[in-house]
């Protein structure tokens, strides 16, 4: 099976960027099936960055960019001028709802 491992998180403040990674098992085919989830406190997982970066949630639009290096099985989530509503665990995911899922790694954005 695939195994996913986030890594990047951090309590930043407003304004501030943080850089997010996720690498794949041997076992991943190619990265282009490869996405980002977030869940913020209280609400419900949801879309980041979709299929390789091809589409992103409206709310991150302009400030976050996904990324990604197929030799390495690794994509990338850059995020810029985070806000405090930008706190949640970030998820990497593989194959979609159905498919494989990072254990999370937390962003948190307070001054």
């Known amino acids: 099976q695939v195994q996913l491992v986030e890594s990047g998180g951090g309590l930043v403040q407003p304004g501030e960027s943080l850089r997010l990674s996720c690498v794949a098992s041997e076992f991943a085919i190619s990265t282009a099936f490869m996405s980002w989830y977030r869940q913020r406190p209280g609400k419900e997982r949801e879309l980041v960055a979709g299929r390789a970066g091809a589409n992103y949630t409206d709310s991150v639009k302009g400030r976050f960019t996904m990324s990604r290096d197929d030799a390495k099985k690794t994509v990338y989530l850059q995020m810029i001028n985070l806000e405090p509503e930008d706190t949640a665990v970030y998820y990497c995911?593989?194959?979609?709802?159905?498919?494989?899922w990072g254990k999370g790694t937390l962003v948190t954005v307070s001054s």
């Open positions: 995911n593989y194959g979609g709802l159905r498919g494989y």
